[in-house]
C-alpha cells in the first residue's frame, strides 16, 4: 500500500492527560476531559494529537509503566469514554497518536507478577533476570533516572534489569515471544482506529543478551550493549511489515542521544522503519554530556549549529521533528535566553524560529499561550519519580543539597506537568477537586480564556502560524539556508523551493540588532508574512527590536 504521508504537513499537540482538564473533579485529568476541549483543539487548528499514556498503571511514572496494554488506567476513565473520544476526534479531522511505551512494562503487569515468583514461568524470560556475583550486582550498568538498573528479587534470589524505574522492568526483545505480544497489542490499538504511534525510547529496546559490562561514563554505564542496539532494525522492521504498515500508521520514535550519522538508518522511507525521530541534541545544548542537571550557560550559536546539522543532513533523506517542549523538559519560557519580562514576544519569537524549520511541527499542552516553569517552594511540591530519584541519588554522592535543588527548580520535568490553565477561575479551571500538581499561580493572566480575547495573545498568534505553515510547499519542501551564522544574537534562515523563499529573523537577546537584507533578496518582491512586533515597515535593513521575529516571503 501506497503510505499517506500525512504527517508531513500536520501541526500535532501533545496532550499530558493528567494534566489537561479534570471532567470529574478528584483533581486527575482524563478522557471526557479531553473530549470537553477538543472544540479548542480545532480552534488551535491542530491536525493530529499524541496522547502520553493512558493505558492501566500504578503511576509510578505517570502511566510510562504500564499494567495492562489493553485497557484504561482507572483514573482517566474506561474503554469506552476512550471510544467515544476517538470518534469525537475523527469528527473534527483530528488524528490520534498514542503513546506505546514498550521497552518496559509495570512491574504490577501480569507478565512481570508470574516472572517473578518463579523461574519456570513462561514469562521468566520476558524479562532480564540475573544471579549476582560475589554479592554484587549482576553487571554496573546504571538507570537513566541515576542510580544502578539492577533491583533485587527475593523470590527468586536474583535481579532483574530496569533501566528506568524499579517499578519499570525491561522487555527481553531477545526472545522472539515478547515482539509477538507486543504486535498484538499494536494491532489490537488499530483495529481500534488509532492513526500513529511516538514510540518511547524505542532505540533500546535491542539489548545485548550477554549484558556486557559497560565502559565507564559519566551517565549511562552500558549504552553501548542497548544503544541503538544488534537487532534494533530488525525490530522496527518487523514492527512495520506486521502492524503499522498495514494501517498506515505514522511512527515517530523517541531516539535519546540520536546523532545525524545515525538517523537515517531509522527513517529512510526504503528502510521501513520509523516515519521520524524526536531527537534531543537540540535540548541539550543547555546542558554537559547530555544530562539535564548539569546545567550550562545558553549560547545561541550552539542552538543554531545544531539545529542547522539536523536541517541540512536530513534534507531529502529523512523526516525531522521539531518541538521546543514536552512533558520532559522544563517550558521554552525562560529558557533559550528569553525573559519572563517579555513573556509574549519571547513565545512569539520562539514559536516563529522553531516552526518554519523543516520536520513535523509539536506543540506541548499549554506552549501556545505560553506557559510557565512551576512556582513550587519546596521539595514536597514535586511529584515526579525521576526528580525524586535524583535527588536521592545525588545527595547519597554528597553533592550539596543546594545545587541540586537549584538543577531541580530548573529542570526537573514537574515544570511541564503543572495543570492547564484554562480561564481566571478557582484552580485555572482545571478542575474544582483539588489538583494532583501545584498550579501556577499566573493562571490569572496566563490562561486559554483570556488568551483567545486578546487578538495580541500568543495563542492567536500560534492560530495564525499554524494557519500560515498549512499547505506551504516552501514549509514543507524547501531546502534550508542558514544566514548570519556567526552572529550571537541572531538566527536567521531561509527556505527555498521552485524559486520561492521563505526568510525567518529571530532576534534572541533584548537589545535591538541591527539587520541587512542579504544582496541576493533585495530586488524580490516581498510580503510580511508574520511578525511579532506590529509596524514593520522596512526590509532591506532595520533595526530588530527585543526578542522581534519576523517571517518574509519572496520571489
Ligand atoms: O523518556 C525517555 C528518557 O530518556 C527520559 O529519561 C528523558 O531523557 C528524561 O525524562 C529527561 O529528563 C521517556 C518518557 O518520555 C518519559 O516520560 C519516561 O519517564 C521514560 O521514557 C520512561 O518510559
Ligand atoms: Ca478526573
Known amino acids: 500500500m501506497e503510505r499517506n504521508r500525512w504527517y508531513k504537513d500536520a501541526f500535532i499537540y501533545q496532550i499530558y492527560p493528567r494534566s489537561f482538564k479534570d471532567s470529574n473533579d478528584d483533581g486527575i485529568g482524563d478522557i471526557k476531559g479531553i473530549i470537553e476541549k477538543l472544540d479548542y483543539l480545532s480552534f488551535l487548528g491542530i491536525d493530529a494529537v499524541w496522547?502520553?499514556?493512558?493505558?492501566?498503571?500504578?503511576?509510578?511514572?505517570?502511566?510510562?509503566?504500564?499494567?495492562?496494554?489493553?485497557?484504561?488506567?482507572?483514573?482517566?476513565?474506561t474503554l469506552d469514554d476512550w471510544k467515544l473520544m476517538i470518534s469525537e476526534m475523527h469528527k473534527r479531522n483530528i488524528r490520534l497518536i498514542m503513546d506505546l511505551v514498550i521497552n518496559h512494562t509495570s512491574d504490577e503487569h501480569e507478565w512481570f507478577k508470574k516472572a517473578r515468583k518463579d523461574v519456570n514461568s513462561p514469562y521468566r524470560n520476558y524479562y532480564f533476570f540475573r544471579k549476582g556475583i560475589n554479592g554484587k550486582k549482576p553487571n554496573n550498568w546504571t538507570s537513566f533516572f541515576g542510580g544502578d538498573a539492577w533491583e533485587y528479587n527475593p523470590d527468586t534470589d536474583d535481579y532483574y534489569l530496569h533501566l528506568f524505574t524499579k517499578k519499570q522492568p525491561d522487555l527481553n526483545y531477545n526472545n522472539p515471544k515478547v515482539m509477538e505480544e507486543i504486535k498484538s497489542i499494536i494491532n489490537y490499538w488499530l483495529e481500534l482506529g488509532v492513526d500513529g504511534f511516538r514510540c518511547d525510547v524505542i532505540t533500546l529496546i535491542s539489548k545485548d543478551k550477554d549484558l556486557p559490562k559497560g565502559k565507564w561514563n559519566v551517565a549511562l554505564v552500558g549504552k553501548e550493549h542497548y544503544l541503538n542496539g544488534k537487532h534494533i532494525h530488525e525490530y522496527l522492521h518487523e514492527l512495520y511489515r506486521d502492524a503499522f504498515s498495514k494501517y498506515n500508521a505514522m511512527t515517530v520514535g523517541e531516539s535519546v542521544l540520536m546523532d545525524v550519522e545515525t538517523a537515517p538508518y531509522y527513517v529512510k522511507e526504503e528502510r521501513?522503519?520509523?516515519?521520524?525521530?524526536?531527537?534531543?541534541?537540540?535540548?541539550?545544548?543547555?546542558?554537559?554530556?547530555?544530562?539535564?542537571?548539569?546545567?550550562?550557560?545558553?549560547?545561541?550559536?550552539?542552538?543554531k549549529k545544531v539545529l542547522s546539522k539536523w536541517q541540512d543532513k536530513m534534507y531529502g533523506i529523512g523526516w525531522n521533528s521539531l518541538y521546543l517542549e514536552n512533558?520532559?523538559?522544563?517550558?521554552?519560557?525562560?529558557?533559550?535566553?528569553?525573559?519572563?519580562?517579555?513573556?509574549?514576544?519571547?513565545?512569539?519569537?520562539?514559536?516563529?524560529?522553531?516552526?518554519?524549520?523543516q520536520g513535523t511541527?509539536?506543540?506541548?499542552?499549554?506552549?501556545?499561550?505560553?506557559?510557565?516553569?512551576?512556582?513550587?517552594?519546596?521539595?514536597?511540591?514535586?511529584?515526579?519519580?525521576?526528580?525524586?530519584?535524583?535527588l536521592k541519588v545525588s545527595r547519597k554522592m554528597g553533592i550539596p543539597k543546594s545545587y541540586i535543588m537549584k538543577a531541580i527548580f530548573k529542570r526537573s520535568r514537574d515544570n511541564a506537568r503543572t495543570p492547564m490553565q484554562w480561564d481566571n477561575s478557582a484552580n485555572a479551571g482545571f478542575s474544582k477537586g483539588t489538583p494532583w500538581i501545584k498550579i501556577n499561580d499566573n493562571y490569572k493572566s496566563i490562561n486559554v480564556q483570556d488568551n483567545i480575547k486578546n487578538k495580541n495573545s500568543v495563542l492567536n498568534y500560534y492560530r495564525k502560524l499554524i494557519s500560515i505553515r498549512k499547505n506551504n510547499d516552501i514549509v514543507i519542501n524547501g531546502k534550508y539556508v542558514e544566514h548570519y551564522k556567526?552572529?550571537?544574537?541572531?538566527?536567521?534562515?531561509?527556505?527555498?523551493?521552485?524559486?520561492?523563499?521563505?526568510?525567518?529573523?529571530?532576534?534572541?537577546?533584548?537589545?535591538?540588532?541591527k539587520f541587512d537584507l542579504m544582496d541576493e533578496f533585495k530586488n524580490k518582491k516581498s510580503e510580511c508574512l508574520l511578525a511579532n512586533y506590529d509596524d514593520v515597515v522596512d526590509i532591506n535593513s532595520f533595526l530588530l527590536r527585543p526578542y522581534e521575529a519576523r517571517v518574509y516571503y519572496f520571489e
Open 51 to 77: 496522547l502520553s499514556p493512558v493505558y492501566k498503571s500504578p503511576n509510578d511514572d505517570n502511566g510510562y509503566d504500564i499494567s495492562d496494554y489493553r485497557d484504561i488506567m482507572d483514573d482517566f476513565g
Open 272 to 303: 521501513e522503519e520509523l516515519d521520524s525521530l524526536f531527537t534531543f541534541e537540540h535540548m541539550d545544548v543547555d546542558n554537559f554530556f547530555g544530562v539535564k542537571y548539569l546545567m550550562r550557560k545558553f549560547k545561541l550559536k550552539r542552538l
Open 327 to 357: 512533558h520532559d523538559q522544563p517550558r521554552s519560557i525562560g529558557r533559550f535566553n528569553t525573559k519572563l519580562e517579555y513573556h509574549d514576544l519571547g513565545c512569539k519569537m520562539l514559536a516563529t524560529m522553531i516552526y518554519f524549520l
Open 361 to 390: 511541527p509539536y506543540i506541548y499542552q499549554g506552549q501556545e499561550i505560553g506557559m510557565t516553569n512551576g512556582d513550587f517552594k519546596t521539595i514536597e511540591d514535586f511529584k515526579d519519580t525521576e526528580t525524586l530519584n535524583i
Open 486 to 513: 556567526q552572529d550571537k544574537n541572531l538566527y536567521v534562515y531561509s527556505r527555498v523551493y521552485n524559486d520561492k523563499y521563505i526568510l525567518v529573523i529571530s532576534n534572541f537577546s533584548d537589545k535591538n540588532q
